[in-house]
């Protein structure tokens, strides 16, 4: 199954539902045989529920080692089946993906853009309404469970705000209700197999020095020491400055994995900018602060340079607000 959760096909996801539900079955009776006919009865398209298909489920489960047959002869209700240990391994590495949000938004993101993708949705004529993904098989669904409303939200804001898709913003949503692919989001589905986070990581490295694209934005970050002092050409409005907080939270996210906090510290620098062009310079600084530092522990040096350039843009663009 591929390792990104999503992109599964219909019997994949069918498949590891099986060996979930056999487990719950069996529990505190690992050594008991389970009869899968229940299982069948109960999927939601009942043109699955036939011996054929259970049949070749059972079979492929079985020669991957996933599961043991005790099975007559008849129809589906003649088959029954046991987890193997492998399979509650794989179960318990499933289940630990999914408990993991940082991947999850991940995962929704670049889903997002394969979506788009597959549709052709990648100008203003033809936008998809967003919850429409939940009813795609190979994008709505990951690791087996569907994607919910709140995942879609979010990550068409997050996209949006990194200039990978556009659409129609409603009062109270965070993202784009209707949307398509930009440029950007289409180069990253084309070149990148819709992987945001390498395409955004390929951005940072062009020419002689290191390049960081921030939403509109984009400039040279020289590799210098932490306290470099460079002037970049970067817009200085509030919407100018939100692109540049969460490029360079993308940055932090994409070059030092598990790194603590990082929705927490983007929320909190971009509600530091108002609409009215006003900001909390010490909000910022702090946000500068624990974007050096996350780096210095996780990141090479120069990335560590990168983010103080980016910093320092940052710190600067203030001056210029009212």
């Not at 945001?196 to 590799?223: A, D, H, K, Y």
């Not at 108002?274 to 900001?279: E, F, H, N």
């Amino acid at each position: 199954m591929d390792e990104r959760g999503w992109g599964w096909t219909a019997s994949q996801i069918r498949q590891i539902r099986l060996i979930e539900w056999v487990a719950a079955q069996s529990a505190g009776r690992p050594a008991v045989y389970i009869d899968v006919k229940p299982f069948y009865d109960a999927l939601p398209d009942q043109s699955e529920n036939e011996f054929e298909i259970a049949y070749a489920d059972l079979k492929l489960l079985e020669e991957q080692r996933l599961i043991t047959q005790a099975s007559g002869l008849g129809g589906i209700e003649s088959l029954a089946v046991m987890i193997t240990p492998q399979a509650r391994d794989l179960l318990e590495q499933v289940r630990a993906a999914r408990a993991n949000k940082s991947q999850r938004k991940s995962a929704c993101r670049n889903a997002m853009v394969a979506w788009l993708y597959s549709i052709d949705a990648t100008n203003d004529t033809n936008m998809p309404v967003r919850d429409a993904m939940l009813n795609d098989v190979q994008h709505g669904i990951w690791l087996a469970e569907p994607f919910v409303p709140a995942d879609l939200a979010d990550a068409a804001a997050w996209l949006h705000r990194q200039g990978l898709i556009k659409g129609i913003l409603i009062d109270q949503d965070p993202g784009p209700v209707r949307l398509y692919l930009t440029d950007a989001g289409t180069a990253c589905a084309q070149g990148f197999n819709s992987d945001v986070g390498r395409f955004l990581e390929s951005q940072t490295e062009r020419g002689s020095g290191v390049t960081v694209n921030i939403g509109n934005n984009s400039g040279p970050f020289q590799v210098a020491g932490d306290h470099a002092q460079q002037v970049q050409n970067i817009g200085s409005g509030a919407d100018e400055i939100r692109h540049l907080i969460a490029g360079i939270t993308e940055v932090v996210r994409a070059m030092v994995p598990g790194a603590a906090d990082v929705d927490a510290q983007e929320a909190a620098a971009l509600s530091a900018i108002s609409d009215r062009g006003r900001a909390d310079r010490g909000a910022l600084e702090r946000f500068g602060n624990w974007a050096l530092s996350t780096a210095k522990a996780g990141a090479t040096s120069g990335v560590v340079a990168v983010i103080s350039s980016a910093v320092t843009a940052l710190l600067m663009c203030l001056g210029h607000l009212g």
